[in-house]
């Protein structure tokens, strides 16, 4: 069954339906943060138990494919050697799915954290759209929206 369910889901097909299942969970943190539903199947553990299924069926598709992980601490040497890693499909998709949930992580973190302080879903309607693309940059958007409504300055909370 394992043989079957591996011929089916290709690297491609992976790929396609990780960023088109990814989509609903982003649209209802962004649309509809607010709501009971975003707080049941979003803010909730269940996207991380889809993403942590999957992380896991990878790197078992990839062990009986015979891929050497060792090779992945290669990326610690130099930009170089984590350059010829992204050109490895097996580590580029794995990589892909860690970007992908660590991403929604953080979205569902500033949903969370809006809610405890109250600030309004139309203030973190454009850190979520960023947090979506590029991480980073939009926990930085919120973080400085975050400061006016905490009245405070917090390294840890």
Sequence with gaps: MIEQISN????????????????????????????????FLVTS????????????YLVYYFYI???DFLNNFKLYL????????????PFLLMFWVHFIAINLFCGCWIVRDSQKLMIS????????????FVGPLGLLIYWIIR?????????YD
């Design 8 to 39: 089916f889901f290709s690297i491609e097909m992976i790929y396609l339906w990780l960023n088109i299942g990814v989509l609903p969970f982003w649209i209802l943190l962004i649309f509809f943060s607010h709501t009971r539903l975003s707080s």
């Design 121 to 132: 879903k139309f203030f973190i309607f454009l850190p979520l759209i960023v947090t979506y």
């Design 147 to 155: 400061i006016f409504f905490a009245k405070r300055i917090s390294l």
């Design 65 to 67: 494919s015979g891929y």
């Design 78 to 89: 130099g930009i170089k050697h984590l350059n010829n890693l992204f050109s490895d499909y």
């Design 45 to 56: 553990i269940f996207p991380h138990l889809i993403l942590g299924g999957l992380y896991i």
